[in-house]
T-cell receptor
Framework: DTAVSQTPKYLVTQMGNDKSIKCEQN?????MYWYKQDSKKFLKIMFS???????INETVPNRFSPKSPDKAHLNLHINSLELGDSAVYFC????????????????FGPGTRLTVL | GQNIDQPTEMTATEGAIVQINCTYQ??????LFWYQQHAGEAPTFLSY????GLEEKGRFSSFLSRSKGYSYLLLKELQMKDSASYLC???????????FGKGTTLSVSS
């Protein structure tokens, strides 16, 4: 009955590799997000999709490419991984197209801890 | 742009009351959120304020003053399980995503 799920939970890989993180929500929400939380616990928005359409693309290297096959899924593909990509990546979703409006709280997935060696 | 400030760390004892402050500067305001995040877990929603005043929800209350760009989260009757990071967030200018502060790590001791 998990609302927002992510796989894998842990990902350890070498520099230069390409990896993907998957996210699925079963809440029927229209908007999904990817956030990055660094070692100092700073949680920062990366991307937002509404009904499979990209609506936010913050200053993120183009090595990061989100893909939304349908509105319940938002995957994150990372090319040529670097040491600085090590972080916890959180997927989140909210109802409505306008983002986190009143009581449209964001629901976060459990996070994927990425370690680049 | 959006800018949020909150203290990095706070400590308190069980049973006490603690107030975590948050100041913000925004281009456009669509509300302020507080989230709780336990170590190794996802953030979970605590409260939302869009009008001035105090919103109470059990042991937790959140206050907002839009004219001062100021909010606080008040935790009463502290319990050990309240040890966590508390994240203050506002929406971005378009209202389409959350911009988080760096979080306040609260340690509750017995």
């Amino acid at each position: 009955d998990t609302a927002v799920s992510q796989t894998p939970k842990y990902l350890v890989t070498q520099m230069g590799n390409d990896k993907s993180i998957k996210c699925e929500q079963n809440l029927g929400h229209d908007t999904m997000y990817w956030y990055k939380q660094d070692s100092k616990k700073f949680l920062k928005i990366m991307f937002s999709y509404n009904n499979k359409e990209l609506i936010i693309n913050e200053t993120v290297p183009n090595r990061f490419s989100p893909k939304s096959p349908d509105k319940a899924h938002l995957n994150l593909h990372i090319n040529s991984l670097e040491l600085g990509d090590s972080a916890v990546y959180f997927c989140a979703s909210t109802s409505g197209s306008g983002g986190p409006r009143p009581y449209n709280e964001q629901f976060f997935g459990p996070g994927t801890r990425l370690t680049v060696l | 742009g959006q800018n949020i400030d909150q203290p990095t760390e706070m400590t308190a004892t069980e049973g006490a009351i603690v107030q975590i402050n948050c100041t913000y500067q925004t281009s456009g305001f669509n509300g302020l959120f507080w989230y709780q995040q336990h170590a190794g877990e996802a953030p979970t929603f605590l409260s939302y304020n869009v009008l001035d005043g105090l919103e109470e929800k059990g042991r937790f209350s959140s206050f907002l003053s839009r004219s001062k760009g100021y909010s606080y989260l008040l935790l009463k009757e502290l319990q050990m399980k309240d040890s966590a990071s508390y994240l203050c967030a506002v929406t971005n200018q378009a209202g389409t995503a959350l911009i988080f502060g760096k979080g306040t790590t609260l340690s509750v001791s017995s």
